[in-house]
């Protein structure tokens, strides 16, 4: 007797709805809240301006170091203490840092919620920062950064942002700092790079089931103690993109893989062309089935992948294209990489592509949007960008109306092959030759 299951096949496109955004001053800072009716879970997130951006120069990664800190103790509780807090909610603090923000963030059942935000709250006011927690949470990032290090990529991506931005500037050194930026942290630098950012009142992004939520309370709780005035939102940075291309290598002898990242300068995120410039770099390289991807690794098997997109922050941009091959091949791959740059900047997109593109991206939407935490990351880019309250209600429908003129227009823009620098760490004695050899650009190499 044979058991024959057949595949269920795929049910109705559910609707797209993003939550209506509610916004409410308290306590000297704003709560910015999504609705979710019958959910049980919630999330809150405390959105504070003190991203890397404004890290000193040379002091690189001291947000890091605070928010690992933030768990080992508090004015009130030790370590111990205020661990054994957050489990009798069921809850763990949840931090990021980026370019733009720092962010702490718990989610619990929605009755724990302002509880939950107390303890938050506490941590992010009044950690204890005790000296020895300080230097011990220091060395154990300088051994993690120095361990990531040891690897291909982080070399080639900091030599990248040097060369576009100026490794004399904040936004052309690594966002989480290096081993040597780490290790030159005080406990003077961790506790006033806090003093300084993470006691002023900020934003709390709230999304859950309103009706049983007190969203006064909430921010009460998420803005005690906090103290100063909103930072004003600094205007973006004018980065031109150069008119010739350049080729740096980083040496490093005996590999036998070449790692490859391809940029030039972009604009930010609240740019008016965002959507466009995002479906056409997915045509380029942000999906399996981009040209990037079906030349590079199905057509001439150099790779396992190969991705380009536009990564965009609130004050600048850059397009990154990113990939590892054979030391072999090195200089063909990027010869073809270029020239799929340049094929689509001047040819731009055909409907074929751009319908996957279009059906690809905004699928993701409602894969993306289904948690209470992806929600209030979605409430993040609002508040962080300066964009509408209904951004992400007609986000779909933008992408999904988006011609190839539009995109194609697009794609001449904002890539621009011409004024690409080409990083590639790599053997540099076996490669050298060969890279000259194509043409692309000057060639240097960069030293650490």
């Known amino acids: ?46 959105l504070l301006d003190a991203g890397a951006i404004h890290e000193p120069v040379d002091r690189e990664g001291v947000a890091g170091v605070v928010a690992k800190a933030l768990e080992e103790g508090t004015a009130r509780r030790d370590a111990s203490g205020y661990a054994l807090a ?101 406990v003077d630098d961790v506790t006033g790079f806090h003093g300084a950012w993470l006691t002023r009142p900020g934003t709390l992004l709230v999304a859950g089931d309103l009706n049983r939520l007190d969203l006064t309370a909430l921010g009460e709780a998420a803005f005690a103690g906090a103290a100063g005035a909103p930072v004003p939102a600094d205007p973006p940075l004018n980065v031109p993109v150069r008119a010739e291309r350049r080729v740096i290598l980083v040496d490093r002898p005996g590999s036998v893989q ?21 479906l056409a770099a997915t045509v380029l390289g942000g999906a399996f089935t981009s040209r990037l991807n079906h030349l590079i690794r199905e057509v001439r098997g150099y790779t396992y992948g190969i991705r380009a997109d536009f990564g965009l922050s609130r004050r600048f941009g850059r397009l990154l294209v990113s990939s590892g091959v054979q030391t072999a091949v090195t200089a063909p791959a990027l010869v073809d990489a270029v020239g799929e740059i340049s094929r689509t900047q001047s040819g731009g997109v055909t ?68 004024g690409l620098t080409l990083v590639i760490e790599g053997d540099a004695a076996v490669i050298r030759d060969d890279l000259v050899a194509t043409g692309l650009g000057a060639v240097s190499e960069a030293r650490f």
């Open 1 to 46: 007797m044979k058991l024959i299951a057949d595949r269920p096949g795929p049910g109705p496109a559910r609707p797209y709805r993003f939550p209506t955004v509610v916004r409410r001053a308290v306590a000297g800072g704003e709560v910015v809240a999504a609705d979710l009716p019958g959910h049980n879970l919630a999330v809150a997130v405390l």
């Open 86 to 186: 957050l489990e009798a909610l069921g809850t763990e603090l949840s931090v990021e840092v980026d370019w733009d923000s720092f962010r702490v963030g718990v989610q619990v059942p929605v009755d724990r919620l302002l509880p939950a935000v107390e303890l938050l709250a506490e941590a992010v006011r009044t950690p204890r920062l005790d000296p020895a927690d300080v230097t011990r949470v220091r060395d154990d990032e300088v051994t993690a950064l120095r361990m990531y290090w040891a690897n291909p990529g982080p070399r080639a991506d900091a030599v990248l942002r040097a060369d576009l931005f100026g490794a004399e500037h904040r936004h052309g050194r690594p966002m989480d700092g290096d081993p040597d930026s780490v290790a030159r942290l005080g």
């Open 258 to 278: 070449s790692t490859l990242r391809l940029g030039h300068p972009a604009p930010h995120r609240s740019h008016p062309d965002y959507v466009p410039m995002t």
């Open 351 to 418: 409907e074929e592509e751009l319908a996957v593109a279009r059906s690809w991206r905004a699928g993701q939407l409602s894969v993306e949007s289904q948690t209470p935490r992806a929600i209030a990351g979605a409430l993040a880019t609002i508040v962080v960008h300066g964009l509408p309250d209904d951004y992400h209600a007609r986000l779909r429908e933008r992408l999904l109306a988006a011609s190839v003129d539009e995109v194609s227009a697009a794609a001449t823009t904002h890539l621009r092959p011409e």
